[in-house]
């Protein structure tokens, strides 16, 4: 069974513009989870998607914002990109269920100068 | 404070030995505890997750927890070069605001060498 793929895996973009990253999960997950991870705050829970709804959220700014579509499939999208959201950003999926853990892709790490 | 303690290390050990990781926690809603590998360049792979208190072995891993004490531990036995990364213990609670959230430590650097 494919693992988490996530697209691309490196970005390079200037501060003000704006990243679409996307990840498919394994297949039958229904649950995508975005995390985002840097040296000084580690692995940082940014929002949860289920049957395309969002159900969970984390403290991020309204900039950082997600979609899943009807294939699970999902995307999430940071604007007005700032500096210090250079970070390895990770999705995760699970079937759904909350005692079920969840398993990761390769991460997008993103650079923003 | 963090909901979750890990010390960062780095931990170096000698390649037989046997290894030691802890975490420890704050947030007594937490029901589910996991134990994430990460190398270099590379997402988090599981590991270990287990339910509640108590322990759990798969091969060379064991994983502990001690709800009364908050405190979250993994044991590799005759590590191996090839167990060095980032190890990261994560964890979960219940309720219906957990959805799809983990909650990690920072994350403790291993380096086993031959």
């Known amino acids: 069974k494919a693992g988490v793929t996530q697209t691309p895996r490196y970005l390079i973009k200037t501060r003000g513009q704006q990243v679409t990253l996307s990840c498919s999960p394994i297949?039958?997950?229904?649950?995508v989870s975005w995390y985002q991870q840097t040296p000084g705050q580690g692995l940082q829970f940014l929002f949860e998607?289920?049957?395309?709804?969002?159900?969970n959220k984390g403290n991020f700014p309204g900039r950082f914002s997600g979609r899943q579509f009807s294939n699970s499939r999902s995307e999430m999208n940071v604007s007005t990109l700032e500096l210090g959201d250079s970070a390895l950003y990770l999705c995760?999926?699970?079937?759904?269920?909350?005692?079920?853990?969840?398993?990761f892709g390769p991460g997008t790490r993103l650079l923003v100068l | 404070q963090k909901e979750v303690e890990q010390d960062p290390g780095p931990l170096s050990v000698p390649e037989g030995a046997i290894v030691s990781l802890n975490c420890t926690y704050s947030?007594?809603?937490?029901?589910?505890f996991m134990w994430y590998r990460q190398y270099s360049r590379k997402g988090p792979e599981l590991l270990m997750y287990?339910?509640?208190?108590g322990n759990k072995e798969d091969g060379r891993f064991t994983a502990q927890v001690d709800k009364s004490s908050k405190y979250i531990s993994l044991f590799i036995r005759d590590s191996q070069p090839s167990d060095s990364a980032t190890y990261l213990c994560?964890?979960?609670?219940?309720?219906?605001?957990?959805?799809?959230?983990?909650?990690f430590g920072q994350g403790t650097i291993l380096t086993v060498h031959p």
């Open positions: 995760a999926s699970s079937r759904g269920q909350l005692q079920e853990t969840q398993y």
């Open positions: 297949s039958g997950h229904r649950s």
């Open positions: 998607y289920f049957s395309e709804t969002q159900r």
């Open positions: 947030n007594s809603a937490f029901q589910y």
């Open positions: 287990t339910y509640s208190s």
């Open positions: 994560a964890m979960k609670d219940a309720g219906g605001t957990s959805y799809g959230k983990l909650t």
